[in-house]
């Protein structure tokens, strides 16, 4: 079974940087994109970046300009550098990976900014 595994989370000062890291184990393929998503305490989970099979990326309005998602298939991995933190961007962050037979989810990291 495919399983993911994020690392790179923190606490760090706003106006800082991180970087996420999703590592997928196990059988893995026909993979047709990766995303990371975010919750906050009361809040939906919600998309943050994607990444399709043929390299175009997607995010979210809050974070464009910011964060920046990339990936190294020989690694299997899945990157989420993110820059310019802000408070809100504090949450649960997640790994999800998808083919089209499965989709599979990290256990998430947590991501916490200070003012």
């Known amino acids: 079974q495919v399983q993911l595994v994020e690392s790179g989370g923190g606490l760090v000062q706003a106006g800082g940087s991180l970087r996420l890291s999703c590592v997928a184990s196990?059988?893995?393929?026909?993979?047709?994109?990766a995303s990371w998503y975010r919750q906050a305490p009361g809040k939906q989970r919600e998309l943050v970046a994607g990444i399709a099979s043929g390299g175009s990326t997607n995010y979210a309005d809050s974070v464009k300009g910011r964060f920046t998602i990339s990936r190294d298939n020989a690694k299997n991995t899945v990157y989420l550098e993110m820059n310019s933190l802000k408070p809100e961007d504090t949450a649960v962050y997640y790994c999800?990976?998808?083919?089209?037979?499965?989709?599979?989810w990290g256990q998430g990291t947590q991501v916490t900014v200070s003012s």
């Open positions: 196990g059988r893995i393929f026909g993979v047709n994109g």
């Open positions: 999800n990976v998808r083919s089209a037979f499965w989709t599979k």
